[in-house]
């Protein structure tokens, strides 16, 4: 969450920045802030696939994914992939704004690929939270969790639905 908490105010830097500045590098705070946060998420979730293909136990690797000899949860391997669309969108943004100037409309093809990168950062880490919450001791008992003692990943995955209907919203400001 601290990854999507970093696209989040980067997004709106951004455009501040875009607005007051203008585009003059790529190499803005805003735009390091972005990466920095899908960066962020991509290697917390190779951390993790890396960790359940070598150190996890039995149960954790029949439950999880594969792919090319690695194991690790659905989340994980949707938030790499939204990490690796960021990191391709950035020097095909470049290119674009080189080639064509600011940005007639938000949804260039670079930002497209770049906002469903960043989507898929942050539902990778809903789902790990969902997993999370599925497999904890408290849901597998049969008596339900008192209130007092609910799980932090409800307010994780709160405050993570609350960052992807952010980005959603700048995402659909130009045809809103």
Not at 16 to 42: C, E, K, V, Y
Not at 134 to 160: E, I, K, L, M
Request: aromatic share 14%; charged share 10%.
């Amino acid at each position: 969450m601290l990854g999507a908490t970093s696209i989040v105010i980067g997004i709106y830097w951004d455009i501040s920045w875009h607005r007051t500045i203008g585009r003059d590098t790529f190499w803005t705070p805003a735009h390091l802030a972005i990466q920095f946060g899908g960066l962020l998420g991509g290697l917390t979730a190779g951390w993790l696939v890396l960790r359940t293909t070598f150190l996890g136990t039995a149960e954790e690797k029949a439950s999880a994914v594969g792919l090319w000899g690695f194991r690790g949860p659905f989340g994980a391997w949707v938030t790499i992939w939204g990490c690796l669309a960021m990191l391709i969108s950035a020097p095909f943004d470049n290119w674009w704004h080189d080639a064509y100037g600011l940005d007639v409309k938000i949804i260039s093809p670079p930002h497209s690929v770049l906002a469903l990168g960043m989507w898929a950062v942050v539902g990778g880490c809903l789902l790990l939270v969902l997993r999370q919450q599925n497999t904890s001791a408290a849901w597998a008992s049969s008596v339900p969790p008192a209130p007092a003692a609910a799980s932090p990943g409800r307010w994780f995955y709160t405050y993570g639905a609350g960052i992807l209907l952010a980005m959603a919203s700048v995402f659909l400001t130009e045809v809103s």
